[in-house]
């Protein structure tokens, strides 16, 4: 699953616990404290695990993890 996935790489990129509540509504900057570089390298492994480009202008456009998993699904 998708997100799935998508969570296990923000865990690990943020070095969060594994019992961390991450839901799609949750903000990676506002919810999970990422900065810019945090979510940079979070979007450069996304891209790697799913083989998709999230082009910089999409990326910024994401409120919270739904819209990423949103974004993967439709261009995977």
Partial sequence: MVFEKI????IDQLG?????QIAA???LMGDLDADSLD???IMMAIEDEFDVE?????AEGF??????????????
């Fill in 7 to 10: 969570k296990e790489i923000i």
């Fill in 16 to 20: 969060l616990d594994d019992d961390v």
């Fill in 25 to 27: 509504e949750t903000s």
């Fill in 39 to 41: 979510a940079v390298e």
């Fill in 54 to 58: 999230v082009p910089d202008e999409a």
């Fill in 63 to 76: 409120k919270n993890i739904g819209d990423i998993v949103k974004y993967v699904e439709e261009n995977k």
